[in-house]
Nanobody, 117 residues
Framework: QLQASGGGSVQPGGSLRLSCTAS????????MGWYRQAPGKQRELVAA???????DYADSVKGRFTISGNNAMNMVYLQMNSLKPEDTAVYYC?????????????WGQGTQVTVSS
């Protein structure tokens, strides 16, 4: 129900743009974001954006990554610049919904980002 795209392999210093689209089956989205998981590490928040436009970033990506979304809150993008080898991970799109007192998380299938010379 979340379709992510845009991963790939780049050299250090390069850029990639990730995109994620939520299907119409997911309603009442309040936040969309990107998480990543490197081999042997826990999944971590990279960036998130709320319906109101507030953003949050991991310290390690501040100033390099930019998250954005559309007004309908069913698409989210992650522009990644100045990529470093430590950014290598599988990136997962996330949508968080809220309806009648209940939160629910949806996850995309993951897209590989590899930064290597």
């Amino acid at each position: 129900q979340l379709q992510a795209s845009g991963g790939g392999s780049v050299q250090p210093g390069g850029s990639l743009r990730l995109s994620c689209t939520a299907s119409e089956r997911i309603s009442s989205i309040i936040t969309m974001g990107w998480y990543r998981q490197a081999p042997g590490k826990q999944r971590e928040l990279v960036a998130a954006i709320t319906r109101g436009g507030s953003t949050d970033y991991a310290d390690s990506v501040k100033g390099r990554f930019t998250i954005s979304g559309n007004n309908a809150m069913n698409m989210v993008y992650l522009q990644m610049n100045s990529l470093k080898p430590e950014d290598t991970a599988v990136y997962y799109c996330n949508a968080r919904t809220y309806w009648i007192g209940s939160y629910q998380n949806y996850w995309g299938q993951g897209t590989q980002v590899t930064v290597s010379s």
